[in-house]
Structure formats: C-alpha cells, structure tokens
C-alpha cells in the first residue's frame, strides 16, 4: 500500500476483517429504514474504502456481487446498483495510488466525484426504467457519503494500526 512520508507503517489487512465489514455494510443496507433519497450508502462507501486500500483483495467483481445483491433486495431494475458498484469500485482502483497521497479530509473531497457519479448512475438507469425522480435531496447522499469518509477511514484501518514501539534500536 501507498503510503504519504509521515504516515505511520500499518499492519496487513486480515482478509476476514475485510470480508466481515463488506458483509456487515451490506446487512446495514439491507436494514428496513425505508428507502429515502438522501440517505448515504454504506456498502457504496466500504466498497470504495476498501477498493482504495486493498485493491488486489477486493475489485469489480466484488462489487458487482454486492450490488446485484443490493438490487436482489430492494427489488430494483436488475443490474442497477450492479453497474453503480462496479463503475465506482473501477475508478477507485484508478485512483487509488493518488489518494493515498492525500490526508484524509483531502481524500473526502476526491471521492465525492466517485459517489456523484455512483448516484447519478442509479439516477438515470431508475429514470430510463420509467420511475420518478425523487427530488432535488438525491443530490444529498453524495455529500453525506463524503462526509462519512473519515469515519470510515477511521474505523477500518483501526486494527491495521501498530502499537507504538519505543525500542530506539529499530528504525521501523
């Protein structure tokens, strides 16, 4: 993993670790809330946290299966959340080695494009299946996924952190 000068060396992600939280967002999304226009997407979010940090372990494929799962759920056009997943999960991993230049306030600001394009990818597959459009608080979720980011960020590379070593002998 790519990491900015200054930033403390992480442990590696333990692969169950990585797999229990995408199925736990998933649980998440699959939670009776009811469906509202600006309510932000975990999975969507997971997905590309993890598609940025790790993205040998977890890539389109994923995503597709998560999404035709999301789209299984909610009964939606078949493929729509499908095609979200994988077209953000894709341009993650694009940009995932300059991301992780950035702090991670920073990085909040970068993908916010990511989650932008995400929704208006449902947005327009949901408007050419013939639904209504649910209002201008759609423009909402990307935002709020933002702004989720740093939590995210967080709360998954906690286990990852090593616990400070004051042995003078070690440079690492």
Do not use: K
């Amino acid at each position: 993993m790519i990491m900015r000068p200054g930033q403390p060396l992480l442990l590696p992600a333990n692969p169950f670790f990585i797999w229990f939280t995408l199925i736990l967002a998933l649980m998440v999304t699959m939670l009776p809330l009811g469906r509202l226009p600006w309510m932000p997407d975990i999975l969507a979010v997971v997905l590309v946290f993890w598609s940025v940090h790790q993205p040998l372990r977890i890539g389109v494929v994923a995503a597709f299966l998560f999404g035709l799962a999301v789209d299984v759920h909610q009964t939606s056009l078949l493929g729509q959340h499908a095609l979200a997943y994988t077209t953000l999960s894709y341009f993650a991993i694009t940009i995932h080695r300059r991301l992780l230049w950035f702090s991670v306030p920073s990085q909040a600001v970068q993908v916010l494009p990511l989650f932008a394009a995400a929704h208006a990818i449902e947005l327009s597959i949901r408007m050419l299946a013939g639904g209504a459009f649910p209002g201008p608080t759609v423009l909402l979720a990307p935002v709020l996924e933002s702004i989720l980011w740093p939590v995210v960020s967080v709360l998954l590379l906690l286990p990852q952190r090593r616990a400070p070593d004051p042995d003078e002998n070690r440079p690492l």
